[in-house]
């Protein structure tokens, strides 16, 4: 075999280095098309692969930052370096369409930055995540951050506050669905101790568009009145909240709500004529049984919420009724709507609930509601057992 003859790159000719060349030939939409598989810091290391890929990454609209650490020992990227780095060379006149950041250890000059980046690039959707379990309540935002004519889907679950201003109108009109997890709402300059008119807050009523609020594990601090006024809110679910706030609603399209925390909720309502589905979870020990005015608390919600069709409540919702029967005795069931009631846990309840005079309690205002019971495995027996009752 004869030796085989090596070709210099350069006595190439240009076309034939084209021709070869097979990566420069792909278009931008494919190249970024792959920038969806990884994140955007590898993207950015992609720009070795070819000069024409130098610039490429630059006008990329889906954004995914993923950090473990503030120094990626694969990489060997310091992010709080790369963050700033990255917004100031790529290509300021491209928008942007999604960021998704997502960190166990964010700084918050790094997270005003992408927020500001973002409210002023046209973005439709943020999701800005903080991973660790380790509270640390390291300093605050201000909630005029968010500000955008474009800004569609905003999810942020931070342990950081959101510092509002009574007096602030929050206006995103675009905006149709808004999570907040772990966030804590203080109001700032703190209002005066005997001032209840500034200690109370309505954040949403200058969101046309909004159809959905979760607010999840989120704390409400120094706020007496939390007022949601929305005529588009479809869908809302408050769920682990710390406070000691009184929730006002006004909404007259919502179709579904979910409660989930400590029985002492205090809830008025001003137009919910289109409800169908409500889901209330409580959560019940030994120390509540001398406080039979939680029971009245719980009451008073569910008749805010008597429009609804379809009722889910948990089993701590059932001790509460069982063990005050006065106080039930003395107020009437005010569901006479509904059409399904579920009883919803995932372990089998104490046999001294007993299931069946808080039944009697629903039925008495709605006699054809359909009960089902969701209890783990033994669910299916369950409601076979709830059903002949």
């Given at each position: 075999?004869?030796?085989?003859?090596?070709?210099?790159?350069?006595?190439?000719?240009?076309?034939?280095?084209?021709?070869?060349?097979?990566?420069?030939?792909?278009?931008?939409?494919?190249?970024?098309?792959?920038?969806?598989?990884?994140?955007?810091?590898?993207?950015?290391?992609?720009?070795?692969?070819?000069?024409?890929?130098?610039?490429?990454?630059?006008?990329?609209?889906?954004?995914?930052?993923?950090?473990?650490?503030?120094?990626?020992?694969?990489?060997?990227?310091?992010?709080?370096?790369?963050?700033?780095?990255?917004?100031?060379?790529?290509?300021?006149?491209?928008?942007?369409?999604?960021?998704?950041?997502?960190?166990?250890?964010?700084?918050?000059?790094?997270?005003?930055?992408?927020?500001?980046?973002?409210?002023?690039?046209?973005?439709?959707?943020?999701?800005?995540?903080?991973?660790?379990?380790?509270?640390?309540?390291?300093?605050?935002?201000?909630?005029?951050?968010?500000?955008?004519?474009?800004?569609?889907?905003?999810?942020?679950?931070?342990?950081?506050?959101?510092?509002?201003?009574?007096?602030?109108?929050?206006?995103?009109?675009?905006?149709?669905?808004?999570?907040?997890?772990?966030?804590?709402?203080?109001?700032?300059?703190?209002?005066?101790?005997?001032?209840?008119?500034?200690?109370?807050?309505?954040?949403?009523?200058?969101?046309?568009?909004?159809?959905?609020?979760?607010?999840?594990?989120?704390?409400?601090?120094?706020?007496?009145?939390?007022?949601?006024?929305?005529?588009?809110?479809?869908?809302?679910?408050?769920?682990?909240?710390?406070?000691?706030?009184?929730?006002?609603?006004?909404?007259?399209?919502?179709?579904?709500?979910?409660?989930?925390?400590?029985?002492?909720?205090?809830?008025?309502?001003?137009?919910?004529?289109?409800?169908?589905?409500?889901?209330?979870?409580?959560?019940y020990y030994r120390a509540l049984q001398k406080q039979p005015e939680l029971v009245e608390l719980m009451i008073k919600a569910f008749e805010q919420l008597h429009k609804a069709k379809f009722l889910a409540i948990n089993s701590d919702v059932v001790r509460f009724l069982s063990v005050f029967p006065e106080v039930v005795e003395r107020r009437r069931c005010p569901f006479r709507s509904l059409t399904s009631l579920t009883l919803v846990e995932h372990r089998l309840p104490p046999s001294s609930i007993v299931f069946s005079d808080v039944i009697d309690y629903f039925r008495s205002s709605s006699p054809g509601v359909k009960v089902n019971v969701e209890i783990g495995v033994a669910a299916?027996?369950?409601?076979?057992?709830?059903?002949?009752?």
């Amino acid at each position: 075999m004869g030796r085989r003859k090596s070709i210099k790159l350069s006595n190439m000719a240009p076309e034939d280095l084209n021709d070869d060349d097979r990566i420069s030939r792909l278009h931008d939409d494919l190249i970024h098309h792959i920038y969806l598989f990884m994140d955007t810091r590898f993207a950015v290391q992609t720009s070795l692969l070819s000069r024409r890929w130098r610039e490429t990454w630059k006008s990329y609209r889906f954004l995914n930052f993923k950090i473990e650490r503030p120094i990626d020992h694969k990489t060997g990227i310091k992010f709080p370096n790369f963050i700033h780095r990255f917004f100031s060379d790529r290509d300021h006149k491209s928008e942007i369409t999604t960021i998704d950041f997502q960190s166990n250890s964010i700084k918050l000059s790094n997270l005003k930055e992408t927020i500001i980046y973002a409210m002023s690039h046209r973005t439709q959707k943020v999701n800005i995540e903080f991973l660790s379990d380790k509270l640390t309540r390291r300093g605050g935002l201000d909630i005029s951050l968010f500000r955008s004519q474009f800004l569609q889907d905003l999810h942020l679950s931070i342990d950081f506050e959101l510092m509002i201003s009574p007096s602030l109108t929050w206006d995103l009109p675009s905006l149709t669905s808004l999570n907040l997890e772990g966030v804590t709402f203080t109001l700032n300059p703190p209002p005066p101790p005997t001032d209840s008119k500034c200690k109370s807050i309505d954040l949403f009523s200058h969101f046309p568009n909004l159809k959905t609020l979760v607010l999840i594990g989120c704390r409400l601090s120094n706020i007496d009145t939390f007022i949601i006024t929305s005529n588009s809110l479809h869908n809302l679910s408050l769920i682990d909240l710390n406070h000691n706030s009184e929730f006002i609603l006004t909404a007259p399209n919502l179709s579904s709500f979910t409660y989930h925390g400590m029985a002492c909720f205090s809830l008025s309502v001003k137009n919910l004529d289109s409800l169908q589905t409500a889901n209330f979870h409580t959560i019940y020990y030994r120390a509540l049984q001398k406080q039979p005015e939680l029971v009245e608390l719980m009451i008073k919600a569910f008749e805010q919420l008597h429009k609804a069709k379809f009722l889910a409540i948990n089993s701590d919702v059932v001790r509460f009724l069982s063990v005050f029967p006065e106080v039930v005795e003395r107020r009437r069931c005010p569901f006479r709507s509904l059409t399904s009631l579920t009883l919803v846990e995932h372990r089998l309840p104490p046999s001294s609930i007993v299931f069946s005079d808080v039944i009697d309690y629903f039925r008495s205002s709605s006699p054809g509601v359909k009960v089902n019971v969701e209890i783990g495995v033994a669910a299916s027996w369950k409601i076979r057992w709830v059903d002949c009752l």
